[in-house]
């Protein structure tokens, strides 16, 4: 057993130098000075103290950097995870009570023992069920769920809510209250991260900064919020004029926490902490795999699900919540220079230090700014022209993620995200049931076969060439037998069919019968039937089937050879196009 291929960190530790510490530690400040009011916020979002979002930004970036593959991804917690602790714990307890804290625990445990039994198991490939439009309607609703659920801390009135529609409805109840202190901050603070988003980084490089320090300075933007806002709340006394604060936040480290036993409840959260761990890990593994390739590095997904399991295990373990890799951290950890996993093990220690010394300037912050700091770093996720492009390219991916985006902004995130599922399961089986098919001919004058219905070709009235774009399985096997039956109809003349299979990468065992079916079928109507191109896997698993020796015709190693061996000197016909 090769142990570096379970921890990743022997692979880069021994080579561990200076240079690298250097560039390292210069991510880790910037990473921690960004990370510190993101944990704070993400917390807020799942309805959970604010320590606690502290909690999983440190011994989690530390197991990571063990266990995980890919040099730059910064783990821990993230909006959309945030979102679907929220959703699956509102059902089983009061946002704020220790049985709410416990369940957020919970999910966390429970996430990381199936990420790394999926890891272990070799299942990295689930997560390709996951569609690109799925998961881009699934996270652009949650984007906007997100977004609509920050209102109420920026407005600072009482509203709830699980999806778009309950939290409008909410939030227009409660439209009386507002505090215009709250108002005066949240609007300010997220008035000046948008301006700091889109004209900062102008700003800086037109004041003489270079363009990579501009970007960082820019993307660190939200701490300056934090600073300024609790100052001011703190020499205001805002609490006092009914200014929703954080409130006192314990100091210390995370103390070892074990989960709930309580088997009901283990229960009632499988399903919610299985659709967390897909969803974290399909978005972990996206940004890795992303940063990765601009530095020709690779991540292994399998050996990612061990590595987010065992963050996830350990973040329940402290006292955290579900963490997986965040974009907008893992892109600035990039963009500062960081080379290997110990840049997250240093910020670690710096958001260590930060729960340790200043957690009581933490009290006076608004939960307004924290709300701003929501909003903003969820717009980017919100991508509604997407409809319009995938609408414009394939309109059953638009009905999937139109699906998805209206189930997770009606119903829930987690009706979102298996309706995801299960359309886009069903979009495949769909398509693969109706699989491509196209009789050929030849180019005149090369060895090439192409479509007769787009290119100008020779035939054969007498030999057909049917090309099988897909593989052969038990959803589209009927199918096939329907297609050559119908061209048997059609063509009088026809005595041998040939059925070309380059894009055949699997027969299963329904397939097979209806071969076996087909070639009887001819028979009876006095036909021979070929094949052509069969691959070399797909004829050893036929070798050991009757199929070959039943077959009333030959298999061609390629196409031409059969066009060669069954027309010779006939004179073909030219079909135009």
Request: net charge neutral; glycine share 8%.
């Amino acid at each position: 057993m090769d142990i570096k291929r379970y921890l990743p960190v022997l692979n880069w530790l021994p080579s561990y130098g200076r240079s690298q510490a250097t560039s390292d530690l210069v991510a880790a400040v910037i990473v921690t000075v960004m990370l510190i009011p993101q944990s704070l916020a993400y917390a807020l979002l799942a309805g959970l103290p604010a320590q606690v979002g502290l909690y999983a930004s440190i011994l989690p970036l530390i197991v990571y950097a063990v266990f995980g593959t890919s040099r730059t991804l910064s783990v821990g917690p993230v909006a959309v995870a945030s979102l679907m602790t929220a959703a699956a714990l509102a059902p089983l307890a009061d946002v704020g009570t220790p049985e709410y804290v416990a369940g957020a625990i919970l999910l966390a445990v429970m996430s990381g023992l199936m990420l790394m039994a999926m890891g272990l198991m070799r299942l990295g490939f689930l997560a390709n069920f996951l569609s690109h439009p799925v998961i881009s309607g699934f996270i652009t609703a949650s984007g906007i769920v997100i977004a609509a659920s920050q209102l109420k801390h920026l407005f600072g009135i009482p509203a709830s809510g699980h999806n778009l529609l309950e939290i409008i409805h909410s939030l227009v109840q409660s439209i009386d209250q507002i505090n215009l202190a709250t108002l005066a901050i949240g609007a300010g603070a997220l008035v000046f991260l948008l301006l700091a988003r889109r004209y900062l980084k102008t700003w800086l490089m037109a004041a003489g900064l270079p363009s990579r320090m501009a970007d960082i300075v820019t993307k660190t933007a939200p701490i300056l919020a934090v600073l300024v806002t609790t100052v001011v709340a703190w020499q205001l006394d805002l609490g006092a004029a009914g200014v929703r604060l954080v409130g006192s936040v314990p100091a210390g480290l995370p103390e070892l926490t074990l989960p709930s036993l309580d088997w009901e409840l283990w229960q009632q959260l499988a399903v919610s902490a299985l659709l967390i761990s897909v969803v974290g890990f399909v978005e972990s593994v996206s940004v890795g795999q992303t940063l990765a390739a601009k530095r020709r590095q690779r991540i292994d997904p399998d050996q990612e699900l061990v590595g987010l399991g065992a963050a996830n295990l350990s973040a329940g373990l402290s006292g955290g919540m579900p963490v997986t890799g965040g974009f907008s951290r893992s892109v600035v950890n990039y963009d500062a220079g960081a080379e290997t996993p110990a840049a997250g093990a240093y910020t670690a220690v710096g958001i260590a230090l930060a729960t340790l010394f200043l957690t009581p300037a933490i009290a006076y912050l608004p939960q307004a700014t924290l709300a701003a700091t929501i909003i903003v770093a969820v717009s980017t996720l919100i991508d509604l022209p997407a409809l319009g492009r995938t609408w414009r390219y394939s309109r059953p991916d638009f009905g999937a993620m139109l699906a998805t985006i209206l189930a997770t902004l009606v119903h829930s995130v987690e009706a979102g995200i298996i309706a995801g599922v299960a359309l886009s399961i069903g979009l495949f089986l769909y398509r693969t049931s109706r699989p491509h098919s196209a009789v050929v001919g030849r180019v005149p004058g090369t060895e090439h076969f192409r479509n007769v219905l787009r290119h100008e070709v020779e035939l054969c009235p007498k030999v057909t060439f049917l090309r099988v774009d897909e593989s052969l399985y038990f959803a589209n096997a009927r199918f096939l037998e329907e297609r050559v039956m119908d061209l048997v109809s059609e063509e009088p003349e026809l005595k041998h069919l040939v059925l070309v299979c380059p894009a055949v990468n699997l027969i299963d065992a329904s397939a097979l019968e209806s071969l076996e079916a087909i070639n009887e079928r001819l028979g009876d109507a006095g036909v021979t039937l070929h094949l052509s191109e069969v691959k070399g896997p797909v004829m050893d698993r036929l070798k050991r089937t009757d199929l070959l020796a039943k077959l009333s015709g030959e298999v061609f190693l390629s196409t031409f050879e059969a066009w060669q061996r069954l027309i010779g000197n006939r004179v073909p016909q030219r079909i135009p196009v």
